[in-house]
């Protein structure tokens, strides 16, 4: 009688579960690895359009702080953070034409010394920056996002502050 389970018949059954086997491992350690890889830029993409959120808010803080002028489009008039020319009558706080509601929105130069012009989305590389001013009583609210685009969507970084007249 021939013996059904030959050594030469195992060998082969042993050999395609082994392979069978380190497929199934390979395949599980490349699937992390890549998104392992994921993960980290989208950390590192988070980080840089938060730090760029954040210069946002400080150069707005800056140009506050060095009563810098704020151009407005469809106006002739720079309007200051402060009233230092009493006679002007021309602080932001007091006349510049910025609502609750919509806001405006403004990009300034980092080269520049010290500006700040109503413009729009500003692109830096692969991030798009919004700054967007509103007026809430006597206060302004300035909130800085930041947005890029990767294989998994859109995303974005949002910061916030509030800017008091003193």
């Known amino acids: 009688m ?15 579960v082994s392979i069978g086997l380190l497929i199934v491992v390979v395949t599980a350690l490349a699937i992390t690895t890549i998104n392992g890889l994921r993960n980290s830029q989208f950390s590192q993409n988070q980080d840089q359009a938060t730090k760029l959120a954040q210069d946002g808010l400080d150069g707005v803080k800056n140009i506050k702080a060095r009563n810098c002028p704020v151009n407005i489009t469809g106006g002739s008039t720079s309007y200051y953070w402060y009233n230092t020319i009493p006679a002007s009558n021309n602080s932001i706080w007091v006349n510049a034409p910025i609502d609750a509601t919509t806001g405006r929105t403004f990009q300034y130069n980092l080269g520049a010394v010290c500006s700040m012009t109503e413009n729009g989305t500003e692109t830096i590389g692969k991030f798009s920056r919004l700054i967007t001013v509103k007026k809430l009583n006597s206060n302004f609210t300035v909130t800085s ?16 502050t509030l800017l008091t007249d003193y």
Request: aromatic fraction near 6%; charged fraction near 15%.
């Open 145 to 160: 996002v930041v947005t890029w685009n990767d294989s998994t969507g859109s995303h974005n970084s949002t910061l916030s």
């Open 2 to 16: 021939t013996n059904l389970f030959s050594k030469k018949g195992q060998s082969l059954l042993e050999l395609v």
